[in-house]
């Protein structure tokens, strides 16, 4: 929270399908990330983005795709390339690599 | 291998306690260390970032410890509140690429 909102915050893919979450910022950061939270693991990044236009891949970027076309905004597309994606997902913005600051989180549920 | 470990795994006390959680890490080079608490179904809240010439910092009731030599830290809570139930999650930035290494987290619970 905090500048950073992230929609919907529960979400149901039925299987074959593709999804969006969304991630906006008001905190003029720069950079924004995209992180998976499974239980009893850490968070693992997909994605980031540290300037418009412009993205790379995290560890785990298998079966998902972003785009960054405006500074405020970087949504996550789970496709149906990815085999298991029931978890938690967390966007985050940094200016600096120092603050980060975490949204409010999406809980994606294959049905 | 660049990792965060965490323990205990989960915690249970009784309301007004203190407590110790622990983080180890081997992440090389470092760059600084994050406590986050988060609570459950929510994003992870920032509660003290200790960069590597930094041995203590506090933040109300809870108070963050770094020794980069043994690399060790530890957040002691205070007086324990059940508002305090919540996941703690030692995040140590650092390594080729100075990106976040996670810790899986302690989980917390506190009873009146």
């Known amino acids: 929270d905090g500048g950073i909102t992230q929609s919907p915050k529960y979400l149901f893919r039925k299987e074959g399908q593709n999804v969006t979450l969304s991630c906006e910022q008001n905190?003029?950061?720069?950079?924004m990330y995209w992180y998976r939270q499974d239980p009893g693991q850490g968070l693992r990044l997909i994605y980031y983005s540290q300037i418009v236009n412009d993205f790379q891949k995290g560890d785990i970027a298998e079966g998902y795709s972003v785009s960054r076309e405006k500074k405020e905004s970087f949504p996550l597309t789970v496709t149906s390339a990815q085999k298991n994606p029931t978890a938690f997902y967390l966007c985050?913005?940094?200016?600096?690599?120092?603050?980060?600051?975490f949204g409010s989180g999406t809980r994606l549920t294959v049905v | 291998k660049n990792q965060v470990e965490q323990s205990p795994q989960s915690l249970i006390i009784l309301e007004g306690k203190n407590c110790t959680l622990q983080c180890n890490y081997t992440v090389s080079p470092f760059s600084n260390l994050r406590w986050y608490k988060q609570d459950t179904g929510r994003g992870p809240v920032s509660l003290t970032i200790?960069?590597?010439?930094?041995n203590t910092k506090s933040n109300g009731r809870y108070t963050a410890t770094l020794d980069a030599d043994t690399k060790q830290s530890s957040l002691h809570i205070t007086a324990s509140q059940l508002s305090d139930s919540a996941s703690y999650i030692c995040v140590v930035s650092g390594g080729d690429t100075d990106k976040l290494i996670f810790g899986t987290g302690t989980r917390l619970q506190v009873f009146p």
């Open positions: 200790m960069t590597f010439s930094e």
């Open positions: 985050a913005t940094t200016k600096t690599n120092y603050g980060y600051t």
């Open positions: 905190l003029n950061h720069d950079a």
